[in-house]
């Protein structure tokens, strides 16, 4: 398990910049944002937040009925949230 822990992802032919969570929140800046997803989705969601939560140290966890999980950006009052779909796709 150590070995596969180690494995990173690293896009082929493809340089992705660094997300600045302070140009995107404020860039979002007064929106909600929803991201539908599985566990996948989760652990991206989870990183996401803790990227955003450097722009705005007074993010608070957020839960609302119906959604899985969140948070709330009060200095650009931006809230992201998460709501967990086992079956993305119809199985037949």
């Given at each position: 398990m150590g070995l596969i822990n180690s494995w990173r992802w690293v896009p082929k032919d493809c340089e992705l910049p660094k997300i600045?969570?302070?140009r995107f929140l404020e860039?979002?800046?007064n929106r909600n944002i929803g991201l539908v997803g599985d566990s996948l989705n989760e652990n991206f969601l989870?990183?996401?937040l803790c990227i955003l939560r450097v722009a705005d140290g007074s993010?608070?966890?957020w839960k609302?009925?119906?959604a899985w999980r969140g948070a709330y950006f009060p200095k650009f009052n931006v809230t992201v949230s998460y709501h967990r779909a086992v079956l993305l796709a119809k199985y037949e």
């Open positions: 600045d969570p302070e860039l979002m800046r989870v990183s996401f993010a608070k966890k609302r009925k119906g």
